[in-house]
C-alpha cells in the first residue's frame, strides 16, 4: 500500500485508489494530482491500497479487497490485511474511493445511506446520480464513516481517468482543501437523483450474456432486459438498472433499484 500527502498536518480528507488492480483509473488520476503538487488548504491524504493487485494487472490477488472489510492484521489473505491497514490510515477522514465499471460510461456516487456529511459532498461532486448500497454494503470500504465511492467509468479507458481526476478536484474542492478547485460551473451543480439498490440480478452459468436495457434507464414490467444464451429475461415488475452488465459479475448482472428523491429534496 502506497501512503502520500499533500499538505502538512494530520490529515482529515482522503482519496483512495486502486481498491481493485485492474481499475487504473484511480492511481492515474492520484498520479496526475501528485504531479501537479497544488497547494491545499487542508492536509489530503492519498492511497494507492492494493498495490501487489495492480502490478498484476488483476482485480485481486487472493480475495476481492473490497469485500475483506474490516479485514484483519493477521488475516489468512493479502487482501484482510490490506483491508485492516487501509481502515487504520483512513481513521477520521472523509474518504473518496476510486473505482471503474464494465456497465456505465458516466460517473456516479454510492454510498451506504445519504447522511449529511455525505449528502453536501456528492452534490458538489460531477456526477448526475447517487445509489445507497444499504443491505450490499458489507465487506466494503463504503460502510466506513463518511466515505464515498465513485464509479468513474468504463475499465481501462482514458475517460475513466480524466473522470476520476475531475471527480478528486471536485471532492477536494467540496471538502475545502482545494476551494474553487476549476471545474466548471455546469459540472457537479445541478440535480443529483439518488437511487437505492434493491435486489441483485442472478444469471445461470452460461458463455454468452447480454444486457438489453440502459442504467438509471426505467424497465418497465414485461420488459426484456438481458439475455442468457439468447434466451431473453422479462422484468415480472419495473425496475432501475444499476450496475448492469453482461461480464462485470461472475454470477449477477448487477442489480435492481429504485428512484427515491433528488438530494437536496
Known amino acids: 500500500m502506497r501512503v502520500e500527502q499533500l499538505g502538512d498536518g494530520t ?9 481493485h488492480g485492474d481499475e487504473p ?25 492494493n498495490e501487489r493487485a495492480l502490478e498484476r494487472g488483476v482485480r485481486y490477488v487472493n480475495e476481492d479487497l473490497n469485500r475483506a472489510f474490516p479485514g484483519d492484521p493477521e488475516g489468512a489473505t493479502y487482501e ?11 481513521r477520521g477522514c ?14 456516479f456516487a454510492l454510498v451506504d445511506r445519504v447522511d449529511d456529511a455525505t449528502r453536501a459532498v456528492c452534490s458538489a461532486l460531477p456526477v448526475t446520480e447517487v445509489v445507497e448500497t444499504d443491505q450490499f454494503a458489507s465487506g466494503r470500504l463504503i460502510t466506513h464513516p463518511r466515505t464515498i465511492e465513485v464509479e468513474c467509468g468504463l475499465q481501462g479507458t482514458d475517460r475513466a481517468a480524466e473522470n476520476a481526476y475531475r471527480l478528486v478536484r471536485g471532492f477536494l474542492d467540496a471538502t475545502g482543501a482545494l476551494p474553487d478547485a476549476g471545474l466548471d460551473e455546469a459540472t457537479g451543480r445541478g440535480d443529483v437523483t439518488v437511487y437505492r439498490m434493491l435486489q441483485p440480478v442472478p444469471k445461470d452459468e452460461a458463455t454468452e450474456y447480454e444486457v438489453l436495457v440502459d442504467n438509471f434507464e426505467g424497465v418497465r414490467a414485461g420488459e426484456s432486459f438481458a439475455a442468457v444464451e439468447g434466451e431473453k429475461l422479462v422484468a415480472d415488475e419495473p425496475f432501475v438498472p444499476i450496475l448492469m452488465s453482461a461480464y462485470g ?3 449477477i448482472f448487477g442489480y435492481t433499484g429504485e428512484r427515491v428523491g433528488v438530494l437536496g429534496d
Do not use: N
Open 249 to 251: 459479475y461472475e454470477d
Open 94 to 107: 472523509t474518504t473518496l474511493s476510486l473505482h471503474s465499471t464494465q456497465s456505465y460510461a458516466e460517473p
Open 25 to 49: 483509473c484511480g492511481p492515474r488520476a492520484v498520479d496526475r494530482l501528485l504531479d501537479e503538487e497544488p497547494a491545499v488548504e487542508r492536509p489530503v491524504k492519498l492511497v494507492v491500497a
Open 11 to 19: 490529515a482529515e480528507i482522503a482519496v483512495v485508489a486502486g481498491i
Open 80 to 90: 484482510q490485511r490490506v483491508a485492516h491497514e487501509l481502515l487504520s490510515e483512513l
